[in-house]
């Protein structure tokens, strides 16, 4: 994976990340997605460096670890999720592998492919950045602690992540690409019906329960450590790690099948999650 524009990207060296569900139909398509986008600083939980700027909503932002999302994300854009990866057209991929924040602004360190493998070249991104992968151009339009945007530069991009899928319904592995991996509306509205509506909260329980839903997508906990308040969430799709949010506390967004949810309890057996988006 290359940058195709240097503006806005910095080179990493090499490095490293993180299966399946039942069936569902609609009426002539189905299908989900998932993914993310880019900004810049230390790592994650941070904040310890001073604002540039001296107003109080800066000093706020840097007290409080900086702004959760920077930049705004198109209708169509690709969500690549924390700690996930996504196919993109052409057979390439990409991951979302670290997030940075300074309090004022955010960074994402993306990793080539889908699924991590050694040798994949990584790199640091900030909103507005181009990024070429697998040949196709995209363009890093929003950084969030949860996700990361990017927009195909490519009108054949744009529509081959739209198209319907060939299958309604789940059939297991890459088969599941045109569910897991898309813009298609009529997918992400299938998907999104598989969750509790705004305001409604799903329960995730621990000891390796797995929790399916209508386009393939399976979360399940990987943790939950109630003495520090935190737990580890984690998404797949088609045989693709899509997210993993390692250290979530009370309060987190996290974000599957472009819904998003807040983390709104913990305790020894769950998970509970709020859904906070229409």
Not at 82 to 107: E, I, K
Not at 173 to 184: E, H, R
């Amino acid at each position: 994976m290359d940058s195709g524009s240097p503006e806005g990207v910095r080179w990493w060296g090499r490095s490293n990340v993180l299966g399946s569900a039942p069936g569902y139909a609609i009426a002539g398509v189905t299908v989900i997605a998932l993914l993310s986008a880019a900004g810049c600083a230390p790592p994650e939980g941070g904040g310890d460096g001073e604002p540039t700027s001296s107003t109080g909503t800066a000093r706020a932002a840097a007290r409080s670890g900086g702004p959760v999302c920077v930049g705004a994300a198109p209708a169509d854009g690709v969500h690549v999720l924390r700690g996930g990866g996504f196919r993109l057209p052409g057979g390439g991929g990409v991951q979302y592998s670290a997030a940075h924040v300074d309090g004022t602004t955010r960074t994402a360190t993306l990793r080539d492919g889908a699924a991590h493998r050694s040798g994949q070249r990584q790199w640091t991104v900030r909103t507005g950045a181009q990024v070429t992968i697998g040949g196709h151009r995209y363009k890093v339009r929003q950084i969030c602690s949860y996700r990361v945007v990017l927009e195909p530069r490519a009108a054949e991009d744009r529509d081959a992540l739209a198209a319907a899928p060939e299958a309604g319904s789940p059939q297991g592995g890459a088969a599941d690409d045109g569910l897991c991996f898309t813009t298609n509306h009529a997918v992400l509205t299938t998907a999104e019906n598989g969750f509790p509506a705004e305001g409604g909260t799903l329960s995730l329980l621990d000891n390796g329960g797995v929790q399916r839903f209508p386009t393939g997508l399976s979360l399940t906990v990987s943790f939950i450590d109630t003495s520090a308040g935190s737990a580890g969430l984690g998404a797949n799709c088609a045989a693709i790690p899509v997210a993993a949010y390692e250290d979530v506390r009370v309060g987190d967004t996290v974000e599957f099948a472009d819904v998003l949810f807040e983390v709104s309890g913990l305790t020894d057996q769950a998970v509970r999650l709020t859904r906070t988006s229409a």
